[in-house]
């Protein structure tokens, strides 16, 4: 929240705030070039966490963009250790903080270009570049594309390359949706048959040989069944009633699909 003077509200003290953020963001670049990568995000963290208590407290209008800067240098800082590290995806959450606040940060948006080139996200890759190309990036955006040594014709032929990257994800994305769907589902029915198994084998209900018709007469008798009844009638929780549940629906209509005729055959 940003206040002017003379209101008589107590403010901010951002010149004091500053002076321990900027001891940390100081320490923080000198561990980063002594290669001490993880006392560098300390020590940033630590600046971070400073600014963080000012957040939603009445400030001077003339020092919110004094803290918010601050803020994206922090995270931008952060992001290229953990560039550096290779811990591609938590920088790019780093850096997205940093440009959440300026978008049109260079350094940031370089950054996580190279970050989601790293993760094959083609699509985030591209929409950096493109960013970094805008008009009102003309002049920051420029010089830290010509710092990488990206020429006019690079710079297209990276534009061309991703765009390339992208299409062949889409495509293979799209050829390959069935099966992927059928893993997903095949690795969710498993999950749900273990969770079963635990719950039977802690309620005591393993062995039941009665037990999945029950369930399966309960799911589909007319109006169905709560998991209130489910649990009274087995003395279990709700939560476990829940799964037994769950599992008893999924079973039912795999042996709709596939014409089993009885609960056991699951």
């Known amino acids: 929240m940003a206040s002017d003077e003379g209101e008589g509200t107590a403010v901010v003290n951002v010149r004091h705030l500053m002076t321990y953020?900027?001891?940390?963001?100081?320490?923080?670049?000198?561990?980063?070039?002594?290669?001490?990568?993880?006392?560098?995000?300390?020590?940033?963290?630590?600046?971070?966490?400073?600014?963080?208590?000012?957040?939603?407290?009445?400030?001077?209008?003339?020092?919110?963009?004094?803290?918010?800067q601050a803020n994206v240098t922090l995270h931008s800082n952060r992001g290229q250790a953990l560039?550096?590290?290779?811990?591609?995806?938590?920088?790019?959450?780093e850096l997205s903080e940093a440009l959440k606040i300026d978008t049109a940060n260079a350094k940031a948006l370089w950054r996580r270009y190279k970050c989601h080139k790293q993760l094959k996200d083609w699509s985030a890759a591209e929409a950096d570049l493109e960013a970094l190309l805008a008009p009102e990036l003309q002049q920051e955006g420029a010089k830290v594309l010509a710092d990488a040594g990206l020429s006019a014709e690079k710079i297209a032929a990276e534009r061309n390359e991703l765009r390339q990257k992208r299409f062949e994800a889409e495509r293979e994305a799209e050829e390959t949706f069935e099966d992927r769907a059928e893993d997903a589902a095949a690795k969710s029915i498993e999950q749900l048959r273990m969770q079963f198994q635990e719950v039977t084998q802690r309620n005591g209900l393993h062995g039941n040989t009665e037990l999945s018709a029950e369930l399966a007469d309960m799911i589909t008798r007319p109006g169905g069944v709560s998991v209130e009844h489910v649990a009274n009638t087995y003395q279990i929780d709700d939560d476990d009633a829940e799964i037994l549940m769950k599992w008893a629906q999924k079973a039912c209509q795999i042996r709709d699909t596939i014409g089993y005729q009885s609960m056991d055959a699951i």
Do not use: C
Request: hydrophobic share 45%; glycine share 6%.
């Open 21 to 68: 953020v900027d001891e940390q963001r100081e320490a923080g670049n000198t561990a980063y070039k002594a290669g001490k990568h993880s006392e560098a995000l300390a020590a940033w963290q630590l600046g971070l966490d400073a600014l963080a208590q000012a957040e939603g407290r009445p400030m001077r209008t003339m020092d919110v963009p004094i803290v918010q």
């Open 83 to 93: 560039l550096t590290m290779q811990f591609w995806r938590r920088a790019v959450v």
